[in-house]
């Protein structure tokens, strides 16, 4: 082989290493600019700003004259920009209006596949960071959804999960219609006494349960049990939150009675979900410790307004109506009294349309928070709930880019939220107009 062919072959092999193994660049950086930016911190919109997008963060919030030479602009006329949304409540493997039994036709994976078109059309829908609150599987589909979103199987939206709701036998989370002699699994996790109670929190953990959700009291939505009624004991209660606690988990109690919330606020959970008969005495003890309330509150208009027919909601339709005022008057106590309320829709499978959920934005203003208050109740607060208010929930430099953009401006019409048309997650865009 004579030299010059030597040194071409050795040319051609380093061009291949070169294509195979590229030399590490300098990172792009993107502007997003729209009319106007709100960052989930400040107190008024931004306007005359870009935002600043390198990797996977935000790198500065910048006066237009300032966004650096080499940026790539993308521009959003007619949008604001605004942190991606946070949903603290969301069942993305409960189907249809007989879900207590509809878990019992579908296999673990069959549920698991329909989660995962479920959160990818949250996604698509700003819904950029959620928490799941227990789904309806005999085991733990949800949490491998979530495994494989991490792992970067499938795209998805950052997730924290409740595999189960821990509920008592009769309680709002076992089948209570069924004849004494037939045994079924309900789509709760069913505990009774101390020991039950500490086994249940020690198997949500070990499949892989970021946070405890427990049944406190009654539901509007499953048969023969009355929300008004506490399901704990005092010593359950408390071996939950002890447990809990040794393992570094989070609980989120679902509960409904004045007396249920105050049990559950002073053994220390850290939410109360839905709180439809919180007292004055219950708003204090949440303001004192910093308990968060989760309302759910569209839920309810959407039974009595699109599921007004359904034989097995007719309870849920029938509480609905006859609670909406009392409850929305708690929660505007609940508002006034201190207590930091936040973003959750109790929906989560594709049947309902995932752009629906924003209308919960819309029942806390009619509940007594400004426009700006409730869009950070849905983002930087909801951030804080889940513990990652150092990652994400508002635009500032060194925060995770999960970025939406909504068309005109939400402050003035908050049904913006329902028709996003820019979704940035970690520094990818999933959605664009």
Request: charged share 25%; aromatic share 6%; glycine share 10%.
């Amino acid at each position: 082989m004579n030299k010059t062919m030597l040194v071409g072959l050795m040319a051609l092999g380093m061009l291949g290493a070169a294509l195979l193994f590229p030399a590490p660049a300098n990172a792009a950086i993107t502007a997003l600019i729209a009319d106007r930016v709100i960052d989930g911190r400040s107190a008024r919109a931004l306007t005359d700003v870009a935002v600043l997008v390198e990797d996977e963060r935000i790198i500065g919030v910048v006066k237009m004259d300032q966004i650096p030479e080499a940026a790539t602009r993308m521009q959003l006329d007619g949008f604001t920009l605004m942190p991606g949304m946070v949903e603290l409540h969301t069942h993305p493997t409960i189907a249809g209006d007989e879900y207590q039994i509809e878990h019992l036709r579908k296999s673990s994976a069959q549920k698991g596949l329909e989660a995962l078109k479920s959160v990818q059309e949250m996604l698509d829908a700003g819904w950029t960071s959620i928490r799941t609150a227990g789904a309806a599987d005999v085991n733990y589909a949800i949490v491998d959804v979530k495994r494989a979103i991490d792992s970067g199987v499938f795209p998805g939206p950052r997730m924290q999960v409740a595999g189960h709701y821990i509920t008592i036998t009769g309680g709002g989370g076992d089948i209570n219609f069924i004849a004494p002699e037939h045994y079924l699994i309900p789509d709760g996790l069913r505990a009774d006494g101390v020991e039950e109670m500490r086994k249940a929190v020690r198997r949500e953990v070990k499949y892989g349960s970021d946070w405890i959700k427990i049944l406190a009291t009654g539901a509007f939505m499953s048969a023969a049990d009355d929300p008004r009624d506490v399901h704990f004991s005092p010593e359950e209660m408390q071996v939950v939150m002890d447990e809990a606690n040794r393992l570094r988990k989070p609980v989120m109690a679902h509960a409904h009675s004045a007396e249920g919330i105050k049990m559950a606020v002073r053994a220390g959970v850290r939410s109360i979900e839905h709180g439809t008969f919180l007292d004055a005495e219950g708003v204090k003890l949440m303001a004192e410790r910093g308990t968060y309330l989760v309302p759910t509150l569209y839920i309810g208009d959407y039974y009595i307004e699109e599921m007004a027919d359904s034989q097995a909601q007719a309870k849920m339709v029938a509480l609905s109506r006859k609670y909406r005022a009392e409850a929305l008057a708690n929660v505007r106590a609940a508002i006034k009294g201190g207590v930091k309320v936040a973003v959750g829709v109790d929906f989560g499978h594709y049947l309902v349309p995932a752009k629906l959920y924003a209308r919960e934005f819309a029942l806390l203003i009619e509940a007594g928070m400004s426009p700006m208050d409730a869009i950070k109740a849905g983002t930087s607060l909801g951030a804080e709930v889940l513990g990652w208010d150092d990652r994400l929930g508002t635009l500032e430099q060194g925060k995770l880019a999960d970025i939406i953009a909504v068309p005109g401006n939400p402050l003035e019409d908050i049904s913006a939220l329902e028709q996003v048309g820019f979704v940035m997650l970690g520094g990818k865009v999933i959605r664009q107009p």
